[in-house]
């Protein structure tokens, strides 16, 4: 055997110790999970273990403490799976979000929940909603922006007539493909997609598929299934809803700009205690009058503090009436944001914290 052939022996060696260690870990930790829900449940707390803040603080420590090679993106997707399988041996989480399978909404459930989550396909943002107010789901995942494109008006809406709070984020960097049966352009006649994934790629498609037909549908998913019926049609769709359908990727990549992301929001009962690395989301009105605005976020300039986001939304109670949903960095119960909320309450005819939560981290 060769001095190279040895090196390589052992190292595998040593990797094969290093896999039993790390089996032998992870099922520790598992079973240390167990032993928690036990604890609970003899002290009579109620069933939902899920703790969002404190699967926050475990992330962001072992982002700061990790030496390489691995990224951080690589360490976080590998924890966020280890705490998700462990919180499944308690109890699975039911998680609603915008289907049907392989939507960019559910691969954002899987980055925040993980694979260990009971998935929930709803048909609409309505339903993700409904299934979280009944009590059918734990928690929901709706999209609410993108970078490129804007606001998802649809979900802001649904806030004034729920009462879920946002309780977490997630930041999902998009990238769509042109995806169908076959890889010969030559035989599409029509392209289908969400109508966000179609204007995301606007330009690619004049540029490189100018005059063929395009055709707005419910999801980026549900594209990839009429394409998998159809050889004629393409589809814009995510490498997970090609893989999904069985479809072959024509052109990777065809979104306009180098960086389009998609925000999502976590929507569930209750409220996020504070991390230090927060944001809260309210919503505002005030009369129509001069300055009226101005005066709604002044107290926020007065306290220093950073307006991340502002929309406008019709408030469906005049014609004319505005409210603004409003995102600010600190949590609703830190001194400073409180203080701001207070007086703006004090100009505000309606003022509403939709949530205080820990702030997404992009990957």
Known sequence: MSDQQQRLDDIRARIDGL?????????ERA????EVARAKRE???????????????ILERIRAANPGPLPEADVTRLFREL?????????????????????????????????????????????????????????GVVPVENSTEGVVSH????????????????ELPVRHNLVGRHSDPGQIRRIVSHQQGLAQCRGWLDDNLPGIAREAVSSTAEAARLAGQDGESAAVASDAA???????????NIQDGAVNTTRFLV???????????????????????????????????????DMTRIESRPSREGMWEYVFFIDILGHAEDPKVSRALSEMQQLASLLRVLGSYPRAVVQ
């Open 19 to 27: 896999d039993d260690e790390i089996l032998r870990l992870i099922n």
């Open 31 to 34: 079973e240390a999970a167990r």
């Open 43 to 57: 002290a009579g707390e109620p069933g939902d273990f899920y703790r969002p803040t404190r699967e926050s603080e």
């Open 83 to 139: 705490m998700s399988s462990c919180l499944a041996l308690q109890q699975p989480l039911a998680v609603a979000f915008l289907g049907p399978e392989g939507t960019f909404t559910q691969e954002a459930a899987i980055k925040h929940f993980g694979h260990g989550m009971r998935s929930l396909c709803m048909d609409g943002i309505d339903s993700v909603f409904r299934e979280v107010e009944a009590g059918n789901a734990d928690y």
């Open 155 to 170: 979900t802001l809406d649904r806030f004034l007539i729920s009462h879920l709070s946002i309780v977490g984020e997630v």
């Open 242 to 252: 090609a893989e999904h359908y069985d479809l072959t990727v024509i052109y990777p």
């Open 267 to 305: 929507l569930g009962q209750g409220s996020m205690p504070a991390t230090g690395q927060d944001k809260t989301s309210v919503v505002v009105s005030r009369s129509n009058q001069p300055g009226g605005l101005a005066g709604l976020l002044a107290p926020l300039a007065r306290y220093g503090l």
